[in-house]
């Protein structure tokens, strides 16, 4: 079955850096569109970044454009969200999550299958 497991999450103080990391399996990887997500508390759940399935062209939401980067190495069946001058408005659950079709949306509704979520917290 398909499972996304995301991982490198944790506490950093503003200014830092963290490196998010999603292993996908169940499903051909190099055929899926794939996004990251967050979830704030009493947010609903928000477009972060998004890749094409060879890795061609990158999408991002206005809020971290500059300083997130999404990756992903077909090879590996891995996707990867390098964060840079995190701040504490960048506090949230993030999300990995694999969408079927080869078209971009930041629509949470037009992905197929989600990760469990990595905490992200920045906070001096």
């Known amino acids: 079955q398909v499972q996304l497991v995301e991982s490198g999450g944790g506490m950093v103080q503003p200014g830092g850096s963290l490196r998010l990391s999603c292993a996908a399996s169940?499903?051909?990887?190099?055929?899926?569109?794939m996004g990251w997500f967050r979830q704030a508390p009493g947010k609903e759940r928000e477009f972060v970044a998004s890749?094409?399935?060879?890795?061609?062209?990158?999408y991002y939401a206005d809020s971290v454009e500059g300083r997130f980067t999404i990756a992903r190495d077909n090879a590996k069946n891995m996707m990867y969200l390098q964060m840079n001058s995190l701040n504490p408005e960048d506090t949230a659950v993030y999300y990995c999550?694999?969408?079927?079709?080869?078209?971009?949306?930041?629509?949470?509704?037009?992905?197929?299958?989600w990760g469990q979520g990595t905490q992200v917290t920045v906070s001096s």
């Open positions: 890749i094409t399935d060879n890795g061609g062209s990158r």
């Open positions: 169940g499903f051909t990887f190099n055929r899926y569109f």
């Open positions: 999550a694999a969408r079927r079709y080869y078209s971009h949306t930041t629509d949470a509704a037009g992905y197929n299958a």
